[in-house]
């Protein structure tokens, strides 16, 4: 009896990852992994030719039972439909129904296509298959160029939408991203900096980089209290490119949550960049046998 397999996508500014999803198996077929570049300027034709491509690349020849997207927000998820605008992303998508855009140029029915917030399916993919499978209410964080934030109950996960939470002077994006990396090294020492993996090249020799791990960490420390708060979860998950420096601001961001939620267990993305792929694979499959029965 063949497989059933999903083509699970992770939709970001900067590029689309897809690859096959074996659901019954929980496994990721590596093999089948397509990463195509784009940019947060990309027109709309440009946007869904190469999002298209990518997942038509993916899934190769196999008979798929689902495309599945982790799609940043805001976004009508059920109908499709874009609402991001004036977020320096994605221009002219707006109001276009990226479900029957994507659905034409694949040759499938709309109805093939799910999509769901790729902050939440960072979290499904953890709970499906990952560092949360012996949880059931979590929260979870993704640390990059924005602040992702999700909460699942039940086995089920859906975005939790605090990155414009208000934060000391502003709000949680503002301190709890690379761009706050970035532009908060460039008014300390008047240079330019990448992104937070050159900030960690440089940890053993400039004191500054250490500070501002140890500054990120309480902030993170910090902003998670109230999430803990909000939500009283079991457990805690942090992912995104950020997470791969976790060693080095864990301590100070500990220290802000073992005396508030001593009992909160806190644990890393163990699938990283594969984890919204995979969890929009799990939202639909999750969804699809709950209400098989």
């Avoid at 499938?108 to 949360?132: K, R, T």
Wanted: glycine share 10%; hydrophobic share 40%.
């Amino acid at each position: 009896m063949q497989k059933q397999l999903a083509v699970g996508a992770d939709v970001g500014g900067t590029h689309i990852t897809a690859a096959l999803v074996d659901p019954e198996s929980k496994e990721m077929i590596a093999e089948s992994v397509s990463r195509i570049s784009t940019t947060e300027n990309s027109g709309v034709d440009e946007l869904i030719e190469a999002w298209s491509r990518c997942i038509a690349e993916a899934m190769g020849k196999h008979e798929v039972s689902k495309v599945c997207l982790a799609m940043p927000g805001p976004f009508n998820y059920h109908a499709g439909i874009c609402l991001i605008k004036d977020q320096n992303k994605y221009p002219g998508l707006y109001g276009v129904n990226v479900r029957q855009r994507l659905a034409e140029r694949l040759g499938i029915s709309p109805e093939d296509i799910y999509m769901n917030n790729d902050a939440g399916c960072f979290l499904q993919g953890e709970v499906f298959c990952g560092s949360l499978t012996d949880f059931r209410n979590v929260i979870g964080v993704t640390l990059g160029t924005g602040l992702g934030t999700a909460v699942c109950k039940d086995h089920e996960a859906n975005s939790a939408d605090l990155w414009n939470m208000p934060f000391r002077d502003s709000i949680a994006e503002n301190y709890i991203s690379s761009n706050w990396f970035i532009k908060t090294f460039n008014e300390r020492t008047g240079r330019n900096i990448k992104g937070v993996k050159e900030l960690v090249g440089m940890y053993d020799r400039e004191p500054l980089a250490k500070e501002l791990f140890n500054e990120f960490g309480k902030n993170l420390g910090l902003f998670l209290n109230t999430f803990i708060k909000l939500h009283r979860p079991e457990a805690v998950v942090i992912g995104g490119n950020i997470a791969n420096a976790l060693p080095l601001f864990e301590k100070t961001m500990k220290a802000q949550i073992v005396n508030n939620h001593p009992d909160v267990v806190i644990r890393q993305s163990v699938h990283g960049e594969n984890a919204a792929l995979i969890g929009a694979v799990g939202s639909w499959f999750t969804r699809e046998t709950a209400t098989s029965f």
